[in-house]
């Protein structure tokens, strides 16, 4: 007896051993499963991240040159500015006139620091005023770089950023300069002998270039491998062996790609990197590895434990039936095998398939099954993906959408949302929802348009406060992206309408990117509020918000942040600001980014223009300045008057002709009779710019009784016969009504 209870224990044991080796053996095969299916989801991650990657590079270098070339062409064919740079001679009010011009648009654009003008006639060069003369002969002026870029004006150089070095932009030390030439070129293609150069800081090509967003870690080489500018925390030694890489990899001819890198203290990273077109530069992004792939890494954890914890039960059963503590050894086996195989009779590489589908589908069910159908859905929204791809089965991700069917696309807001799916499939059999950020995209194929309006008075029945955008019906998948990112632009303007809670993308305008007017009346604002008027800034901040009606959101929110940067620029210059001016732009642009309601900007932007226009109003009552802004108001409103001059104005005013003439060009820095004289010319533009007006009747209009001395005046302040200058207005108009159609 006790020969045998030996033998039955050597039974076991070997059994037990046998089966902790079969269950080792089976956790190995299942590890290399898991860890070969997910190696190629990885790799198809990677894929797709560096194909959104080159395409959000190539949309933020197109942005980036659209900004800048809108601003160029605004102030280059300013008639103000046209007379600094193409003029041999100009006067006194030509030239205040045109530097004023050029301050009010460097003081309303956040992006742009300072602003040359170059006259390659008299090599002469006027600037904005914050660093030195606004006027000087180029071989004196402090920029010498600058000199030399416009004297040269490479073809090279021409509507790209040209990154320099100078010391006039920090007071100490060089510090890094980004300009923006632009010139026009004659028939032959040489350059013509005046240019226009913006310059940007590195704060503003960095907003410009990299975003609001710091979170991830980015920099810009040139094609010799040399930095631009970076907002990355890389130690210079990683960074030069990345870049080492990059130019390895670019040599041939690899427009992008990607790859992993050692970073110490980090950990593995991650390294993207794409050309920027035009630009002969490689914008490069770092981010650490298991930021990339959140959800997917939490997949292959959850499923390397899952099989653990089977491995781990298994082995535990195999303990308790060769200790005899289960069941009998041959039962046991037999329902384990037959749960596993089905009828018993496969073998063992059959079994461990089996048991490997049926964790990989219990996984998929609870972990993959949501996270593919949502990126299936996203990838139909940004047009990644399209119908007649051979991998789009629908089916075979138990998607409730029929392909041939046509579908409408609903945005509904995130906040406090009540949304269930199963109660709109109900209606809507065909119904699929994926969230994105703050809102929800819901795909619906309704039966009929009863159907569909019963479903969308339920959800703004049961969700009073949330937002609802809808499209049209879509017949044609392919503008699937086309609708996706027409909604997401209306929800982004949503707070130009706060009180709408329901909107069609039918009722919206066709939005356009036209920076001009709206940077004209951004320069109106400032102007009303140096002068202390309030409710004139109040009215023409309220005309530049209802310009914001039909304009895309990339050049709204750039709009805003602008003229929200030129007005705390003019608080800072009158000493109302709370906090320092880079707080409060940031606190401004963070306002802007996450705007709900106007409202809210609205009443941030009143309590400034309030504080500025007392203090103003307050300076001009203890100052001579006050006596100018009156006589300026008088001569607005009487300048058409023949018999206006200084002696009248001065008996008007109660002061000698003298003493007028002496603290108006102290004040102003011309005659009152120039001053007069520049509203005239100026009533005359605007009445030449009226084609069904005649130019016989605007000396009479504009308070001269002599036609000819009517023209001598025109032609000596303006350079230009009135017909000349009617004629230049008819060329911009045209030029302006064809970029618009292109831009459409």
């Given at each position: 007896?006790?020969?045998?209870?030996?033998?039955?224990?050597?039974?076991?044991?070997?059994?037990?051993?046998?089966?902790?080796?079969?269950?080792?053996?089976?956790?190995?095969?299942l590890v290399a499963i898991v860890y070969s299916q997910f190696q190629k989801s990885l790799l198809l991650s990677l894929a797709k991240q560096n194909e959104e990657f080159a395409s959000q590079v190539s949309s933020t270098t197109k942005f980036a040159d659209e900004i800048l070339i809108s601003i160029t062409n605004q102030l280059f064919y300013d008639p103000a500015v046209t007379l600094l740079r193409e003029s041999d001679k100009i006067s006194n009010f030509a030239f205040i006139e045109g530097i004023r011009q050029i301050n009010d648009i460097a003081a309303s654009a956040i992006l742009i620091d300072s602003i040359y003008i170059y006259n390659g006639k008299k090599d002469y060069i006027y600037s904005t005023a914050q660093y030195g003369p606004v006027n000087d002969n180029a071989e004196r002026f402090r920029d010498k770089d600058a000199v030399q870029i416009l004297r040269e004006r490479r073809n090279e150089q021409r509507l790209v950023i040209i990154p320099r070095e100078t010391s006039m932009f920090s007071g100490s030390g060089n510090s890094a300069i980004y300009s923006f030439m632009f010139y026009e070129t004659i028939s032959d293609g040489t350059p013509d002998t005046n240019a226009i150069l913006l310059n940007l800081k590195?704060?503003?090509?960095?907003?410009?270039?990299?975003?609001?967003?710091?979170?991830?870690?980015?920099?810009?080489?040139?094609?010799?491998?040399?930095?631009?500018?970076?907002?990355?925390?890389?130690?210079?030694?990683?960074?030069?062996?990345?870049?080492?890489?990059?130019?390895?990899?670019?040599?041939n001819d690899k427009a992008s790609g990607y790859f992993t890198f050692p970073n110490a203290g980090?950990?593995?990273?991650?390294?993207?990197?794409?050309?920027?077109?035009?630009?002969?530069?490689?914008?490069?992004?770092?981010?650490?590895?298991?930021?990339?792939?959140?959800?997917?890494?939490?997949?292959?954890?959850?499923?390397?434990?899952?099989?653990?914890?089977?491995?781990?039960?298994?082995?535990?059963?195999?303990?308790?039936?060769?200790?005899?503590?289960y069941v009998p050894y041959r039962k046991i086996s037999q329902k384990i095998s037959k749960a596993i195989s089905g009828n018993g009779n496969e073998n063992p590489e059959q079994i461990i398939r089996n048991l490997d589908q049926l964790i990989v589908e219990h996984d998929s069910r609870e972990f993959l099954g949501p996270m593919i159908k949502s990126e299936i859905?996203?990838?139909?929204?940004?047009?990644?993906?399209?119908?007649?791809?051979?991998?789009?089965?629908?089916?075979?991700?138990?998607?409730?959408?029929?392909?041939?069917?046509?579908?409408?696309?609903?945005?509904?807001s995130n906040k406090d949302i009540v949304l269930n799916t199963e109660d709109i499939q109900e209606r809507i059999p065909y119904c699929e929802m994926v969230p994105?950020?703050?809102?929800?995209?819901?795909?619906?194929?309704?039966?009929?348009?009863?159907?569909?309006?019963?479903?969308?008075?339920?959800?703004?029945?049961?969700?009073?406060?949330?937002?609802?955008?809808?499209?049209?019906?879509?017949?044609?998948?392919?503008l699937i992206p086309d609708t996706f990112q027409k909604l997401r632009e209306t929800w982004q303007l949503r707070f130009l309408h706060p009180e709408k809670r329901l909107i069609g993308l039918r009722d919206q305008p066709l939005r356009r990117h036209v920076m001009a007017p709206l940077s004209e009346k951004s320069a109106a604002v400032v102007g009303f509020l140096?002068?202390?008027?309030?409710?004139?800034?109040?009215?023409?901040?309220?005309l530049f918000i209802h310009e914001l009606e039909d304009k895309q959101y990339s050049t709204v929110n750039?709009?805003?942040?602008?003229?929200?940067?030129?007005?705390?620029?003019?608080?800072?210059?009158?000493?109302?600001?709370?906090?320092?001016?880079?707080?409060?732009?940031?606190?401004?642009?963070?306002?802007?980014?996450?705007?709900?309601?106007?409202?809210?900007?609205?009443?941030?932007?009143?309590?400034?223009?309030?504080?500025?226009t007392d203090n103003v109003q307050q300076m001009q009552q203890t100052s001579k300045k006050g006596t100018?802004?009156?006589?300026?108001?008088?001569?607005?409103?009487?300048?058409?008057?023949?018999?206006?001059?200084?002696?009248?104005?001065?008996?008007?005013?109660?002061?000698?002709?003298?003493?007028?003439?002496?603290?108006?060009?102290?004040?102003?820095?011309h005659s009152l009779m120039d001053e007069i004289n520049a509203l005239r010319i100026q009533k005359a533009k605007e009445c030449l710019a009226d084609p069904d007006g005649l130019i016989k009747d605007i000396p009479q209009k504009i308070g001269l009784e002599n036609s000819q001395y009517f023209f001598l005046l025109f032609k000596k302040m303006t350079g230009k016969t009135p017909k000349a200058y009617q004629n230049d207005l008819i060329v911009l108009r045209k030029r302006e009504a064809a970029k618009q159609r292109r831009q459409a």
């Amino acid at each position: 007896m006790p020969q045998g209870k030996s033998r039955t224990r050597l039974s076991m044991s070997m059994i037990f051993t046998g089966s902790l080796v079969g269950m080792f053996l089976i956790f190995l095969i299942l590890v290399a499963i898991v860890y070969s299916q997910f190696q190629k989801s990885l790799l198809l991650s990677l894929a797709k991240q560096n194909e959104e990657f080159a395409s959000q590079v190539s949309s933020t270098t197109k942005f980036a040159d659209e900004i800048l070339i809108s601003i160029t062409n605004q102030l280059f064919y300013d008639p103000a500015v046209t007379l600094l740079r193409e003029s041999d001679k100009i006067s006194n009010f030509a030239f205040i006139e045109g530097i004023r011009q050029i301050n009010d648009i460097a003081a309303s654009a956040i992006l742009i620091d300072s602003i040359y003008i170059y006259n390659g006639k008299k090599d002469y060069i006027y600037s904005t005023a914050q660093y030195g003369p606004v006027n000087d002969n180029a071989e004196r002026f402090r920029d010498k770089d600058a000199v030399q870029i416009l004297r040269e004006r490479r073809n090279e150089q021409r509507l790209v950023i040209i990154p320099r070095e100078t010391s006039m932009f920090s007071g100490s030390g060089n510090s890094a300069i980004y300009s923006f030439m632009f010139y026009e070129t004659i028939s032959d293609g040489t350059p013509d002998t005046n240019a226009i150069l913006l310059n940007l800081k590195a704060s503003a090509f960095t907003r410009l270039y990299f975003g609001s967003d710091f979170q991830n870690q980015a920099f810009i080489i040139n094609g010799k491998g040399t930095l631009i500018a970076s907002k990355d925390s890389l130690e210079e030694s990683a960074r030069h062996r990345l870049i080492a890489r990059i130019l390895a990899e670019n040599a041939n001819d690899k427009a992008s790609g990607y790859f992993t890198f050692p970073n110490a203290g980090v950990g593995e990273m991650l390294c993207f990197y794409s050309s920027l077109g035009e630009h002969n530069w490689i914008y490069v992004k770092t981010l650490a590895y298991e930021e990339a792939f959140p959800a997917l890494l939490r997949s292959r954890n959850r499923t390397l434990i899952a099989i653990s914890v089977i491995i781990l039960v298994l082995v535990a059963v195999s303990a308790l039936i060769a200790n005899r503590v289960y069941v009998p050894y041959r039962k046991i086996s037999q329902k384990i095998s037959k749960a596993i195989s089905g009828n018993g009779n496969e073998n063992p590489e059959q079994i461990i398939r089996n048991l490997d589908q049926l964790i990989v589908e219990h996984d998929s069910r609870e972990f993959l099954g949501p996270m593919i159908k949502s990126e299936i859905l996203k990838d139909l929204l940004l047009g990644k993906k399209s119908i007649d791809m051979p991998d789009l089965n629908l089916e075979s991700y138990h998607l409730q959408i029929a392909i041939n069917f046509p579908v409408m696309l609903y945005l509904l807001s995130n906040k406090d949302i009540v949304l269930n799916t199963e109660d709109i499939q109900e209606r809507i059999p065909y119904c699929e929802m994926v969230p994105i950020n703050s809102y929800t995209i819901l795909f619906l194929q309704p039966m009929s348009q009863d159907q569909e309006i019963r479903v969308r008075d339920e959800l703004v029945r049961k969700n009073p406060d949330m937002l609802l955008i809808y499209s049209e019906e879509i017949r044609d998948w392919s503008l699937i992206p086309d609708t996706f990112q027409k909604l997401r632009e209306t929800w982004q303007l949503r707070f130009l309408h706060p009180e709408k809670r329901l909107i069609g993308l039918r009722d919206q305008p066709l939005r356009r990117h036209v920076m001009a007017p709206l940077s004209e009346k951004s320069a109106a604002v400032v102007g009303f509020l140096k002068k202390g008027s309030y409710s004139k800034a109040a009215e023409t901040w309220n005309l530049f918000i209802h310009e914001l009606e039909d304009k895309q959101y990339s050049t709204v929110n750039v709009a805003l942040i602008n003229i929200a940067n030129a007005i705390l620029k003019l608080a800072l210059d009158y000493k109302v600001l709370d906090s320092t001016y880079e707080e409060s732009c940031m606190a401004y642009q963070t306002t802007i980014d996450n705007l709900e309601e106007m409202n809210d900007l609205n009443r941030l932007i009143d309590n400034l223009f309030h504080k500025i226009t007392d203090n103003v109003q307050q300076m001009q009552q203890t100052s001579k300045k006050g006596t100018i802004h009156e006589i300026l108001e008088y001569l607005g409103q009487n300048y058409t008057d023949t018999q206006i001059s200084t002696k009248s104005v001065a008996d008007i005013f109660k002061m000698s002709p003298a003493y007028l003439s002496r603290i108006y060009r102290q004040g102003r820095g011309h005659s009152l009779m120039d001053e007069i004289n520049a509203l005239r010319i100026q009533k005359a533009k605007e009445c030449l710019a009226d084609p069904d007006g005649l130019i016989k009747d605007i000396p009479q209009k504009i308070g001269l009784e002599n036609s000819q001395y009517f023209f001598l005046l025109f032609k000596k302040m303006t350079g230009k016969t009135p017909k000349a200058y009617q004629n230049d207005l008819i060329v911009l108009r045209k030029r302006e009504a064809a970029k618009q159609r292109r831009q459409a």
